[in-house]
């Protein structure tokens, strides 16, 4: 079992930046690959970024590319992610996931096997 935790969010201004944490306990961290995904009320959970157990290797959906980092520190068991040059169309409760390592990094929802409870992120026009 993984527990993930998720804070950082809140309400930003448009063009503004926020930089989400996700904290892990339970197993080895290390031996995870990451994901954050987030969902809007009345929508499917979409894939955000990814990350590999050892940080060698991102993914990015394509609406983020360029504005989302996704970094690692396994020392300190948390995944992160900066938001620069938020947009409105950014607002959702967003999600991190865990999924066994591998070198591919998966953008399913049904992929990841441990979540936490979502932290919002609000950004004003």
């Known amino acids: 079992q993984v527990q993930l935790v998720e804070s950082g969010g809140g309400l930003v201004q448009a063009g503004g930046s926020l930089r989400l944490s996700c904290g892990a306990s339970?197993?080895?961290?290390?031996?995870?690959?990451m994901g954050w995904f987030r969902q809007v009320p009345g929508k499917e959970r979409e894939f955000v970024a990814g990350?590999?157990?050892?940080?060698?290797?991102?993914r990015y959906a394509d609406s983020v590319k360029g504005r989302f980092t996704i970094s690692r520190d396994n020392a300190k068991n948390t995944v992160y992610l900066q938001m620069n040059s938020l947009k409105p169309e950014d607002t959702a409760v967003y999600y991190c996931?865990?999924?066994?390592?591998?070198?591919?990094?998966?953008?399913?929802?049904?992929?990841?096997?441990?979540w936490g409870q979502g932290t919002q992120v609000t950004v004003s026009s």
């Open positions: 339970g197993r080895t961290f290390s031996a995870y690959n």
């Open positions: 996931a865990a999924r066994p390592s591998g070198s591919y990094i998966n953008t399913r929802v049904i992929d990841y096997d441990y």
């Open positions: 990350i590999t157990w050892s940080g060698g290797s991102t």
